[in-house]
């Protein structure tokens, strides 16, 4: 199985994110995740581990406003710059939003902290010196992943860091800057009609804004009750699609302690919606923090559940790119990647 993975992402190390409730905490979605599944992956015998290909810019302007890719490309040195006189004072690393934007509704701000806040929507995407080239390597892996399968292979997958499905347009939040199972869909539906598979604990408000109003591509997503969890303002079951896009979006939220065999029944749905799609390839946005004991998530689904949820998949017989996602307890995080892709290699 060809497996995409840059050394890049260890460049994106911020030092902290602000948890909920403003606690200071080391960052869940750290460098130490891709060594747990690339040391698991090394083992399985099955995995071709290579660079991304260098596609250049444009499938990554075919999903995200080039705006928005200016500001990530220039926002950690722009705040070095001009963060001015309290940024020295503090010497703070990391770029984290001074100010949102209420209902959207005013311009773009000049000041490299509002400008953040125009283009973040929570305060868990913290920006590093090395944060644009690991993100733009992440979403190679993703394009990459998704040429392998358009010229054939049967499964590719893209050893994401950072994750995507939360990173819209125009905007990042939940470790996410750029939306890598979104921009290899975008870049297949080139082909043809094109599913997208969100098995992420939680929602993938990035990629259903992305395709909320597209025909041609069909996004799913299975994940933690958005009343309750986040990402708070997305997810909800009856949220659908919009004008030419209607009913090309489903959000199936499910309850905090969902076990296998309820999540397999969810799933059973969403995988009825993709067959009557018909679409001629799949993206899986494979996120590992369904596992039991995430810490942060709370479903109970186990690592041969999550080996069902593969084989399930594979059986749609759909070329098949999967991107990496979350996933947050690196002791399981091998093993539960292994046991998704084995049913695939
Ligand atoms: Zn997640």
Same mark, same amino acid.
């Given at each position: 199985m060809k497996v995409y993975y840059s050394e890049a992402h260890r460049e994106h190390n911020p030092p902290f994110e602000v948890f909920e409730g403003g606690i200071q905490v080391p960052v869940f979605e750290c460098p130490e995740r891709m060594d747990r599944i690339l040391g698991a992956l090394r083992h @399985?015998?099955? !995995?071709?581990?290579?660079?991304?290909? #260098?596609v250049g810019l444009d499938p990554i302007l075919a999903v995200h406003n080039a705006d928005y890719i200016e500001y990530?490309?220039?926002?950690? #040195?722009?705040?070095?710059?001009?963060?001015?006189?309290?940024?020295?004072?503090?010497? @703070?690393?990391?770029?984290?939003p001074a100010a949102f934007p209420p209902r959207r509704s005013a311009g773009k701000p000049r000041s490299i902290g509002a400008r953040a806040g125009?283009? &973040?929507?929570?305060? @868990?995407?913290p920006i590093v010196a090395g944060t644009y080239r690991a993100a733009v390597e992440s979403a190679q892996c993703a394009v990459s992943a998704a040429k392998a399968v358009a010229a054939g292979e049967r499964v590719a997958y893209a050893l994401c860091r950072p994750p995507g499905h939360h990173a819209g347009r125009d905007y990042c939040g939940g470790y996410c800057y750029l939306n890598n199972a979104s921009i290899a869909a975008r870049w297949l539906s080139l082909i043809g009609k094109v599913a997208v598979l969100d098995i992420d604990y939680h929602a993938g408000n990035g990629t259903q804004d992305i395709?909320?109003?597209? !025909?041609?591509?069909?996004?799913?997503?299975?994940?933690?009750?958005? !009343?309750?969890?986040?990402?708070?303002?997305?997810?909800?079951?009856?949220?659908?699609?919009? +004008?030419? +896009?209607? +009913?090309?979006h489903r959000n199936f939220p499910l309850p905090s302690h969902t076990g296998d065999a309820d999540? /397999?029944? !969810?799933? +059973?749905?969403? /995988?009825?919606?993709?067959?009557?799609?018909?679409?001629?390839?799949?993206?899986?946005?494979?996120?590992?923090?369904?596992?039991?004991?995430?810490?942060?998530?709370?479903?109970?689904? &186990?690592?041969?559940?999550?080996?069902?949820i593969g084989r399930r998949i594979v059986a749609l017989g759909l070329p098949t790119v999967v991107a990496q996602e979350g996933g947050y307890n690196t002791d399981a995080l091998g093993a539960n990647v292994v046991s998704f892709l084995s049913a695939f290699a």
């Open positions: @399985s015998g099955w !995995a071709d581990i290579m660079p991304p290909e #260098d990530l490309r220039t926002a950690f #040195d722009d705040w070095q710059r001009d963060g001015g006189e309290l940024g020295a004072r503090y010497a @703070s690393p990391v770029l984290i125009y283009y &973040t929507m929570d305060l @868990s995407a395709f909320y109003e597209s !025909a041609d591509v069909l996004t799913i997503s299975i994940h933690a009750n958005p !009343a309750t969890h986040y990402p708070s303002f997305m997810g909800y079951a009856d949220e659908i699609g919009e +004008g030419i +896009g209607r +009913g090309r999540y /397999l029944r !969810a799933f +059973g749905e969403a /995988l009825e919606l993709i067959r009557n799609f018909s679409p001629r390839a799949l993206v899986v946005s494979a996120g590992m923090d369904i596992h039991v004991g995430d810490p942060l998530g709370d479903f109970d689904v &186990t690592t041969e559940g999550i080996g069902e």
